[in-house]
């Protein structure tokens, strides 16, 4: 087995998170380590902790979770399952939602809340500064500036290195880069839904980090007969690895995190770095994403 092939995370390039965090580019996403609705304990805690340790052991440098999966389910595993964390292990974390229950999603950025679940984050964790910490959504009822303003302070203090926003508009990220230095931006992306190609273009520009959630969605596109269906064949990978590549091919800024809580599905999801797809290849899988 190459290098590669044992660790194919590592042939998805790197990025440098806010100038100085390096990480490869294909990541795992954590939500999917919890029950139904991201709620509660998953139904294999065993099986979770083997996809954290896997994910690894093939590449992986960059685990992107938040205090609201479980809630807390998500990052107490990492914990177990990786600390001590790996040194050139990048994770990121976020902070802004509430749950009720199953399914269940409030946005709440009052600053106190905030660094209530910083200091949450922090403990359950096990670190003392969380590398990347993401607002998960702008509170409407805030004001901007004092949702940033105090994560700005919670990075003075020394308790995140780097700030990120998740689902946001390209003016709300202006407007918070007049606040603190932002260095990433988590928006709903993928093949099929390209809503926030603004938001990728502007990341672009500004060497952001641009982390596609739901970044396969593949559900549609494969199904028998589908826009993927004809390619599965013609490029030797399977629709999820294609969705991924294109991803990575995208732009030099995307962090793809697919999430999993199987192995097996995790080692195909990180095979998708090594899916290379030409310039031909690439516009045709975007433009047979589209079709309806």
């Given at each position: ?77 990492i ?28 946005p ?19 670190v ?11 509170d ?36 918070a ?45 494969a ?70």
């Amino acid at each position: 087995m190459s290098q590669q092939e044992h660790r194919p995370a590592d042939a998805s390039g790197s990025f440098r998170i806010g100038g100085d965090l390096p990480v490869n580019r294909l990541g795992y996403g954590a939500m999917q380590l919890t029950g139904p609705g991201v709620w509660g304990p998953p139904k294999d805690p065993a099986e979770a902790v083997r996809v954290l340790r896997r994910a690894v052991e093939l590449g992986v440098t960059f685990i992107d979770t938040a205090d609201s999966y479980g809630p807390f389910v998500s990052e107490q595993l990492i914990h177990e399952a990786l600390h001590p964390y790996p040194a050139d292990l990048v994770i990121a974390t976020k902070g802004g939602f509430t749950r009720s229950g199953p399914d269940g999603w409030q946005p709440v950025g009052r600053p106190e809340y905030l660094r209530q679940q910083t200091e949450l984050s922090l403990r359950h964790l096990g670190v003392e500064r969380i590398d990347l910490y993401q607002l998960h959504r702008i509170d409407p009822k805030v004001p901007l500036a004092d949702q940033i303003g105090e994560l700005r302070l919670l990075q003075q203090e020394g308790k995140i290195r780097h700030i990120g926003l998740s689902e946001v508009t390209v003016p709300q990220i202006v407007e918070a880069r007049t606040i603190a230095d932002i260095v990433s931006v988590q928006n709903l992306y993928n093949l099929a839904d390209r809503s926030a190609e603004d938001v990728l273009d502007y990341a672009e520009r500004e060497n952001l980090g641009f982390i596609p959630w739901f970044p396969m969605a593949t559900g549609r596109l494969a199904r028998e007969g589908g826009p993927l269906d004809a390619l599965v064949k013609t490029y030797g990978a399977s629709p999820s690895q294609l969705a991924l590549a294109w991803l990575l091919r995208r732009s030099p800024v995307v962090l793809p995190i697919p999430g999993t809580s199987r192995v097996a599905h995790l080692e195909e999801n990180l095979r998708a770095a090594l899916v290379t797809l030409d310039d031909t290849a690439y516009q045709e899988l975007g433009d047979t994403a589209l079709e309806p």
